[in-house]
């Protein structure tokens, strides 16, 4: 199995799926996780096979590795190549999550998030140190920018990333679980999406422009 190739590769060296569909993949599985979790108990009434995994978190957490397994697989089969932050994702979901309902804990899938955050974090805070702006992995089929662009970019998101984990700890430990999944589907994306935006004066000014050419 082959991961995606660094930024700035030839276009010709890489297969790419359209954007949209990329973010598809990605955050599909996510809001497949609400969905189930806020219709847990018809889940289980409608899909009675369901009904053994305890209440609507357990049903919702089951679905969630499904889903986030489909995603991988759709993503290889289109790309011949695993996506690197989705591959990392994959791996502490069908950890965490397996261990929810093995032990029947909702602890572990509650700081599924925490972990993946500030392993996220740590990953690109860290290729930093070895000169790798692993940040360009993924988005390097959406912008195009230097290489300092991609190293401060990367730097950025690390410490967001770290931001994204404590403010994990503090919901789960402190508010409800109904509260918690709200807060993971319509917190961390509104929140994720303006951060996005502050970022555009830097791809703006260090996005790699292409050149007419000349006849």
């Known amino acids: 199995m082959t991961f995606e190739p660094p930024p700035n590769t030839p276009a010709r060296e890489r297969k790419e799926i359209n954007p949209l569909l990329k973010l598809a993949l990605e955050l599909g599985p996510l809001g497949v996780f609400f969905f189930a979790n806020a219709r847990g108990e018809w889940l289980a009434e409608t899909l009675p096979a369901l009904a053994p995994l305890g209440g609507p978190l357990f049903i919702a957490t089951a679905i969630f590795i499904v889903a986030t397994l489909i995603s991988l697989g759709v993503s290889l089969a289109l790309t011949r190549r695993m996506p690197i932050m989705p591959f990392i994702t994959g791996i502490v979901v069908v950890i965490f999550g397996g261990l929810t309902l093995y032990l029947h804990d909702e602890t572990f899938i509650k700081m599924k998030p925490t972990i993946v955050n500030t392993l996220f974090g740590a990953v690109l805070l860290g290729g930093l140190l070895f000169g790798k702006s692993l ?81």
């Open 135 to 215: 940040l360009g992995y993924v988005f390097d089929s959406v912008f195009k920018l230097t290489d300092e662009g991609w190293r401060i970019l990367t730097f950025r998101w690390g410490l967001y990333f770290l931001v994204l984990a404590i403010l994990n700890e503090i919901v789960w430990r402190n508010f409800s679980t109904d509260s918690w999944v709200s807060f993971k589907v319509f917190g961390i994306m509104p929140l994720t999406f303006l951060f996005t935006l502050s970022q555009l004066p830097l791809l703006n000014r260090t996005q790699i422009r292409e050149e007419a050419e000349t006849p």
